[in-house]
């Protein structure tokens, strides 16, 4: 029994940095409505729609990588915790490690989630246009 609550810890350890990042951009994503809504209601230009469209999906092409990183990297460290266990010390500069590397995704996610919304609010202006 003491293992198993040794193994979840460890899985608990590394993945609470990835919470705090996900809390982080959750909470920074929150907008007021008033913020929220597409200031295009009666603008006429051209659309753009199918060029912000491919641009998403290439900001979407960089994303991934950094999310599958931040998703897989807490899992493996955590399986070589369970089967090597090695002592407290290694444990927590293997999280010191897991938090430094979160503060990096951040500051590569960070720029590129920026980007994104922008191109999507592009996007979403493009589509109002097309439906008024």
């Known amino acids: ?3 198993l609550f040794r193994e979840v810890g460890y899985l608990v350890l590394l993945y609470l940095p990835v919470g705090v990042l996900v809390l982080w951009f959750y909470l ?4 007021p409505k008033s913020e929220s809504v597409a200031p295009f209601h009666e603008l006429k230009r051209r659309p753009a729609g199918e060029s ?3 641009r998403i999906e290439q900001l979407d092409e960089k994303i991934d ?10 899992i493996l460290l955590a399986v070589w915790l369970m ?23 951040y ?8 980007t994104r919304a922008c191109y999507h609010l592009g996007l979403q ?3 109002m246009w097309l439906k008024s």
Do not use: E, Q
């Open 1 to 3: 029994m003491t293992n």
């Open 28 to 31: 920074k994503s929150r907008k």
């Open 52 to 54: 912000n469209r491919l």
């Open 65 to 74: 990588p950094w999310l599958m990183t931040i998703v897989t990297f807490p």
């Open 83 to 105: 089967l090597t266990k090695p002592s407290l010390a290694i444990v927590i500069l293997l999280f010191i490690f897991s938090s430094i590397s979160c503060v990096t995704t």
């Open 107 to 114: 500051g590569r996610l960070r720029p590129l989630l920026r």
């Open 125 to 127: 202006g493009s589509d």
